[in-house]
């Protein structure tokens, strides 16, 4: 079974950087989709950021746009998220998938335990 493992996650103050990464044991994605989730308190897991390994497309939410770049390393089978200019309402748990396609991602049935991003003000 896929193990994924985030991880890079911290408290920072409002316009600082943070860079997540996603290790997944036993497994390439090079045929794959991945996607960074994040998830506030009492709110749902959103999709925030995804990547096709197929044809390098790319999705991001709205408001991260701009602010933050997913890429990948296949050969460490490693995903990652840069996160610059961090705001408060950036402040969350963030998990990391693979899946078919982007739109999929979300429907996976096991997560890692996801690495806490607070932002201060």
């Known amino acids: 079974q896929v193990q994924l493992v985030e991880s890079g996650g911290g408290y920072v103050q409002a316009g600082e950087s943070l860079r997540l990464s996603c290790a997944a044991s036993?497994?390439?994605?090079?045929?794959?989709?991945v996607g960074w989730f994040r998830q506030a308190p009492g709110k749902e897991r959103q999709l925030i950021a995804g990547?096709?390994?197929?044809?390098?497309?790319?999705y991001y939410l709205d408001s991260v746009e701009g602010r933050f770049t997913i890429s990948g390393d296949n050969a460490k089978h490693t995903v990652y998220l840069q996160m610059n200019s961090l705001k408060p309402e950036d402040t969350a748990d963030y998990y990391c998938n693979f899946g078919p396609g982007i739109a999929s991602i979300a429907l996976a049935e096991s997560w890692g335990q996801g690495t806490q991003v607070t932002v201060s003000s």
């Open positions: 990547l096709s390994w197929r044809d390098g497309s790319t």
């Open positions: 036993g497994r390439t994605f090079s045929s794959y989709a």
